[in-house]
């Protein structure tokens, strides 16, 4: 990351559009929430992803940020493919650096503060952002729009076929089983020790053939960018992105017949209909930001979706770095900044309801963060890779 002082970050130029820092913003707000709750052990159910197939609004926060990952490669490199004579090669290297960075981020946030390196997690949230970010950014270099939805279609249907039709071991084809789906199969083979601890290793949200359909989420908001940029009229782009985002909506939720909605296995019911969501949500901030001009509301969004990546990773540093903070509890025993705070500010009053006294610190925590990244976004400072 680079300290930069670009107006054009902070002020909008021409052409800039707020709507898509707004809409990023909301994203790294909600992961910001729901990755950080009270140590109560209650959760509200929203802030909770589903069990296993079907969808929460949580599950729809990972696939929301890369869809606007899809957008901001066409809205960024656009312009410069279609200028005659553009090297290709700078943009490629640009392409190869930020997903190198990325994912070296993401290496950090696994492996921090111990760095085991015999068990440390090769995937993640960054790492998935860094390989679909590579791979969709590649193929809008090299492809049309019509060529990019092709891709997109393929993918989901391929994957679908693996799924559907490939059996682990053990196990019939078809079976979609946290244990028994062959997508969960190649994840404990392929990254043995290095697999998600969360899930009793037993299969990884965001592990290795799952990336192909994320990667497919990625190409529909590089497709929903193509039609941004269209010169058309902005109520028309709305209509457009919200017809869009019915349509795969119903035909998302229609496909979870087959291939059942499942964040972990990154199913293809799923990408739909999250994009359909996502569309929705675009086409929601577009026409309130951009053509109504009702902006006060979305400051602090805009405040955390220029500098979204640094308040990630800075914020996820920070909840590691308060667990290993000793501090005592307030019955003697050992425990950390974390839940000392939590005692001491939420646990007195909210002893009846401890979900809403985690919901409370997940938020104060959000508030905390958004109050640092305030004074970059004052100061005109803004971290990117």
């Not at 969960?184 to 998600?196: Q, Y």
């Not at 899930?199 to 941004?228: N, Q």
């Amino acid at each position: 990351m680079d300290g930069s002082n670009k107006n054009e970050r902070g002020g909008q130029a021409a052409g800039r559009l707020l709507s898509l820092d707004v809409f990023r913003g909301l994203t790294i707000a909600g992961m910001i929430l729901v990755n950080n709750p009270g140590p109560s052990g209650r959760v509200y159910w929203p802030l909770e992803h589903a069990a296993w197939h079907g969808w929460t609004p949580t599950d729809l926060i990972f696939p929301f940020f890369l869809f606007i990952v899809g957008v901001s490669i066409t809205l960024a490199f656009a312009r410069r493919v279609e200028q005659e004579g553009s090297v290709k090669r700078d943009l490629y290297f640009k392409v190869a650096r930020r997903t190198v960075l990325i994912y070296a981020f993401g290496f950090l946030l696994a492996g921090f503060p111990y760095f085991d390196l015999s068990t440390i997690r090769l995937s993640g949230v960054l790492q998935r952002i860094a390989v679909c970010y590579f791979f969709a950014a590649i193929i809008f270099l090299n492809t049309k729009w019509r060529a990019q939805l092709g891709v997109t279609v393929a993918l989901l249907l391929a994957y679908w076929g693996l799924s559907e039709f490939v059996a682990a071991p053990g196990y019939a084809a078809g079976d979609l089983s946290k244990e028994g789906s062959v997508v969960s199969f190649v994840d404990r083979v392929v990254l043995g020790r290095h697999i998600w601890k969360g899930g009793g290793r037993i299969y990884d949200p965001e592990g290795l053939l799952s990336t192909i359909p994320a990667i497919a989420t990625t190409l529909t908001g590089v497709l929903a960018g193509h039609w941004l940029r269209q010169s058309r009229e902005a109520y028309e782009k709305v209509a457009g992105l919200f017809v869009a985002g019915v349509v795969c909506v119903v035909v998302g939720w229609a496909w979870n017949a087959w291939f059942p909605i499942n964040k972990a296995l990154w199913t293809s019911s799923y990408v739909v209909f999250t994009t359909g969501m996502a569309l929705e949500l675009l086409a929601f901030c577009y026409w309130l930001v951009d053509i109504k001009k009702y902006k006060r509301w979305a400051l602090p969004f805009v405040i955390f979706g220029v500098n979204a990546l640094a308040v990630f990773v800075l914020s996820g540093l920070a909840a590691r770095m308060m667990n290993l903070w000793k501090m005592p509890r307030a019955d003697g025993r050992a425990g950390n900044l974390q839940t000392y705070i939590y005692e001491h500010l939420f646990a007195s009053w909210a002893a009846a309801t401890p979900a809403f006294g985690s919901f409370l610190y997940a938020l104060l925590y959000v508030l905390v963060w958004l109050g640092l990244m305030a004074i970059l976004y004052r100061r005109r400072i803004f971290l990117k890779v």
